[in-house]
């Protein structure tokens, strides 16, 4: 017990005993009247030993609500209660004043419980025979709000209150413990149920019943809300309107009498019709919803459902609205929904933090429930080049080494023991010739398919999947000869964070969604703290990004060109069906991905891009608009690119820093509540890159 709790326990010890127990047998009396009075050995013994500071307060609940970086609200996170808690300087003179009259008369002339008002009531009760009338304060309706929770109509209930709602009173004394104990009160107090949501609060009343705030409230409009908390079913204003208005009227009679406004202005607002909004959408209404679905997802897995669900979370995302807003706009100026043009996804990571800036589809949430960006799993074609690459360079093989580089190319068993039809890497448009030969950095300009199924078959498809873990992929991978041109299925975040890696001069990031949340009582959370591993050497890492610049600048990824230092790499499956463009600059890391979300449907000349379908045609010219847009007049240079030295044998170099880490510790983790390996792609669990993937899995049916 504090120093505080134990003077006030002294305090009330010392003196006052009399009152007290006068107090209880009162509240004895409106409750049971004189005849049913066992006496005052009862009252006594049912108030000894009640102490509120030995008592716990009851949550009273409220919906989590997540913002953006900026600070914009992105919704509320639906949970059993609506409650939205407000400072006095919120709340209307008009709520709080009818709220007094009608509750609790002589609020500011008791001790917290009314023996004034309980004799009255008791002699109006006895005069009629029965229970008209109660003489709960705000105090002891606190109590029952915040301490006890029971509603019971007994006996025993009223002296446990009174006797509490007194101590309460010893907590909060003087003229700023009644301000205290009104605004607690109208923070807490039940205003009825909405879509099977309790409303708690005046400004969630405010909100769904009027749609305006418990500040902006009318005369009217605070009395409607001021009579609900005594029986909010008998006043429901949706399905009671006519005992709604009655009550409204009741409470507008009193204000007048007791001089909280003239008998006039009582009358007008008497006038007035209810006035009630069906439904108020304020805290149903919800932006970036698939966005929104991804963090109660990272939400769930750390803290639980039962937790995520109770709600009262504040939870500050990394979503960038600005850059949300400059992606659909690209997606739009290239694609036509309406025309049967295809769907397209963006995703923008920070490579220096893995923060998400903007996870963007074109597709309406109604519309498909799966998130493009994060859940839709599809071919990555070219993109995956780069993993291919950056095996090569890692087992020490240079840049300029040359390999044969004709049109076509069969995958020799034991790789492929399909026959020569279905083994036959071909080039896209023919590239490649007999005889001839090509350096590595000239193929991966020229994205020729057939050196890099060879280069593939050299450094080892295992040893490629092992490349693809440590640089973000998480999705199934099975080590096929096929997958290093493309054929695996992933999403565009995972594609953005292995981008993200080489922007980043090595070091893989886990994406981050939450930068922080805030408890209820004011406890700041970090459950995605920044993650950044060492995944890939910084030479060999630095040297990707130089060739990856090289294609921007000149190669098939050329038409993404806005100017600023960049690098980055297309990506065509067959058909088409899937059409890419994954690249970076200094300060982002952005993938692009086009196609039908159900996979089965080719990408046909009819998109407004036209002309023959692939990543630069189509998804590179998007990607160009959306960074230029998201850098604006800042590009930044890439700093810390370092000389390729093509030493061999470097897999497994680590390095891991952690900032903001509630847990204290550093190390590899992901930040969801989850940990656990993968496999390398052979049906093993020895990946050395646990899986960090957020996502729920998906069914076979899923893009």
């Known amino acids: 017990m504090s120093h505080a709790a134990r003077k006030r326990r002294q305090r009330r010890s010392k003196g006052g005993a009399a009152r007290v127990v006068l107090v209880l047998f009162a509240v004895a009396l409106v409750a049971l009247g004189m005849s049913a009075i066992g006496g005052v050995g009862y009252v006594v013994s049912v108030a000894d030993g009640v102490d509120l500071d030995e008592m716990d307060q009851v949550d009273p609940g409220a919906p989590s609500v997540v913002y953006a970086k900026d600070g914009t609200k992105l919704g509320y996170l639906q949970g059993p209660t609506i409650r939205e808690k407000i400072r006095t300087s919120q709340m209307g003179d008009f709520v709080r004043n009818a709220t007094v009259a009608v509750e609790d008369r002589r609020f500011y002339e008791h001790s917290g419980v009314d023996v004034e008002g309980i004799f009255r009531a008791a002699t109006r009760n006895l005069s009629t025979g029965g229970n008209t009338e109660g003489a709960s304060t705000l105090e002891m309706q606190l109590i029952r709000n915040l301490w006890t929770g029971d509603t019971t109509s007994s006996l025993k209930r009223k002296i446990r209150e009174a006797k509490l709602a007194q101590q ?6 003087g003229r700023e413990g009644k301000v205290w104990v009104l605004t607690t009160y109208l923070n807490t107090a039940p205003y009825g149920t909405v879509g099977g949501q309790a409303i708690k609060g005046v400004e969630a009343a405010a909100r769904v019943f009027f749609n305006t705030t418990a500040q902006k409230l009318t005369l009217a409009q605070a009395a409607t809300i001021a009579g609900l908390p005594q029986a909010p079913t008998d006043y429901d204003p949706y399905t009671n309107p006519e005992g709604a208005l009655t009550r409204r009227n009741d409470v507008l009679r009193r ?50 459902k039962t937790k995520v669900r109770k709600g009262g979370l504040k939870v500050y995302t990394t979503l960038d609205l600005k850059k949300q807003d400059l992606a659909r706009a690209a997606m739009a100026a290239k694609l036509d929904a309406k025309a049967g043009d295809p769907s397209a996804a963006i995703v923008t990571l920070d ?18 429930q799966y998130d493009l960006a994060t859940q839709g799993r599809r071919q990555p074609g070219s993109t995956y080049k780069t993993i291919v690459l950056t095996t090569a360079l890692e087992q020490g093989i240079s840049p300029s080494t040359s390999y044969p580089a004709p049109s076509t190319f069969t995958i ?7 026959g020569a039809t279905l083994c036959t890497i071909r080039n896209f448009g023919g590239e490649g010739s007999k005889g001839g030969s090509m350096d590595l950095k000239t193929a991966t300009l020229k994205s020729v398919n057939t050196v890099f199924q060879q280069l593939d078959l050299d450094v080892g498809p295992k040893n490629v999947t092992k490349t693809a873990r440590a640089m973000g992929i998480t999705s199934p991978l099975k080590s096929y000869p096929s997958e290093a041109l493309g054929s695996a299925s992933v999403s565009p975040m995972e594609i953005a964070r292995v981008y993200a890696t080489i922007a980043n001069g090595g070091m893989r990031v886990t994406p981050r ?82 196609g039908f979300p159900d996979g089965a449907r080719k990408i046909t000349s009819t998109t407004q891009a036209g002309g023959n379908i692939q990543g630069a045609s189509v998804s590179a010219p998007i990607w160009k608009q959306y960074m230029q847009g998201a850098h604006g007049d800042y590009c930044g240079n890439f700093q810390g690119l370092v000389p390729f030295t093509g030493t061999k044998g470097r897999k497994g170099e680590a390095l891991t820093t952690t900032q903001g880490d509630e847990s204290g510790q550093s190390g590899y983790d992901d930040g969801s509540g989850t940990s656990g390996g993968t496999g390398a792609g052979d049906g093993s669990s020895t990946d050395p890159y646990p899986s960090d993937t957020y996502e729920s899995p998906v069914s076979p049916a899923a893009p």
Not at 168 to 173: K, M, S, T, V, Y
Not at 355 to 360: K, L, R, T
Not at 560 to 579: E, H, I, M, R, S
């Open 168 to 173: 309460l009173e010893d907590r909060h004394p």
């Open 255 to 304: 204000m007048a009498e007791q001089g909280y406004i003239s008998p006039s202005e009582a009358y007008a607002a008497q006038e007035k019709p209810l006035g009630v909004k069906k439904g108020g959408k304020y805290y149903t209404t919800r932006r970036e919803k698939f966005f929104l679905n991804y963090v109660q997802r990272i939400l769930v897995a750390k803290y639980g």
């Open 412 to 418: 020799p068993p034991p790789f492929c023991t399909d």
């Open 513 to 594: 969604a939450i930068t922080k949340v805030v408890d209820e009582d004011g406890t700041v959370r970090r459950p995605q703290p920044v993650r950044r591993v060492r995944a890939v050497p910084q030479d060999v890492a630095s040297e990707v990004n130089r060739i990856l610049q090289a294609d921007i600048k000149g190669g098939t990824a050329a038409s993404a060109n806005f100017g600023c230092p960049a690098g980055g790499k297309t990506g065509t499956t067959n058909g088409p069906t899937d059409v890419w463009l994954a690249g970076f600059t200094p300060r982002l890391a952005t993938a692009v991905w086009v």
């Open 351 to 368: 490579p220096a933090t893995g923060d998400i800036e903007a996870s963007a589809g074109s597709t309406q949430f109604g519309s498909n």
